[in-house]
């Protein structure tokens, strides 16, 4: 697996100088540098994709570790234009939050900055540069991976949002699981992933960890929620309920040897 380096507060500084100074020599001027919270909604993406992997590390860093590094950006007009952190503000954005933390390099007003073409920074593609091995980093690709899914079967954005959940608020979407993968789980690090219907959270990722969160005696678990623009039929809800899936009392622990 490759090696993914992400800006930390204490090489921020070095970073905001390296690209000032590129910048100062490509349009032999000198620019300005403030400090601002930013709306999401008025930043603009210079990359041409995401890295599947990079977004899963940002992703439990910010909900493991509190993770927040500004990012740079260059101001044009009323637009932000990202120089360092498309990632972070990719996740960000899935997160819902409305504002983000930025120091802005400024061009002087007879310098316009040659900005890309203005894009949607959730229009982004995304790719998987390498395989991952890590198990755990694997878990949390998976729920960039849920997320994209759907919204790309219902044409609509979706966000995540963290919530505990209550163990018999569940409903499994496949009927077994192995006892080999509740035992090959030491700790639950990774949330489960689910979307809310009718005051029911249906998994879609983590029924494994659901049972063993259950056979440690707790009452809650941490999930995501995948949650859409707009409320929507879900498919999958409908074919659970054919089949008679309740709660994770329903899924059946079997031994594969």
Not at 150 to 156: K, S
Not at 213 to 219: E, I, M, Q, S, V
């Amino acid at each position: 697996m490759r090696k993914i380096e992400l800006t930390t507060l204490e090489d921020l500084p070095i970073k905001i100088e390296s690209i000032k100074s590129s910048l100062e020599r490509i349009y032999g001027v000198k620019l300005g540098l403030e400090f601002k919270t930013l709306p999401v909604k008025s930043l603009c993406p210079t990359e041409d994709f995401l890295e599947k992997d990079k977004l899963a590390v940002i992703l439990m860093k910010i909900i493991d570790e509190g993770y927040n590094v500004p990012i740079i950006t260059v101001r044009k007009g009323g637009e932000y234009y990202i120089v360092d952190g498309h990632h972070r503000a990719y996740i960000l954005t899935k997160m819902m939050r409305e504002m983000v933390e930025s120091y802005i390099l400024r061009f002087p007003e007879e310098v316009s900055y040659r900005a890309p073409p203005k894009r949607e920074m959730e229009a982004l593609p995304m790719i998987e540069p390498a395989p991952i091995d890590d198990p755990i980093l694997k878990a949390w690709s998976q729920i960039i991976t849920l997320l994209k899914y759907y919204e790309a079967i219902y044409n609509l954005p979706f966000y995540m949002v963290v919530e505990n959940v209550p163990l018999d608020k569940l409903v499994p979407t496949q009927p077994q699981v192995s006892i080999e993968q509740i035992k090959a789980i030491e700790r639950l690090l990774v949330p489960i992933v689910c979307i809310k219907h009718d005051g029911k959270y249906y998994i879609l990722d983590g029924h494994a960890r659901a049972l063993k969160a259950r056979g440690l005696g707790l009452k809650t678990i941490r999930a995501i929620l995948l949650t859409p623009k707009k409320d929507i039929e879900y498919g999958i809800v409908k074919t659970i309920d054919k089949f008679g899936l309740k709660g994770i009392d329903d899924i059946r622990v079997w031994e594969s040897g």
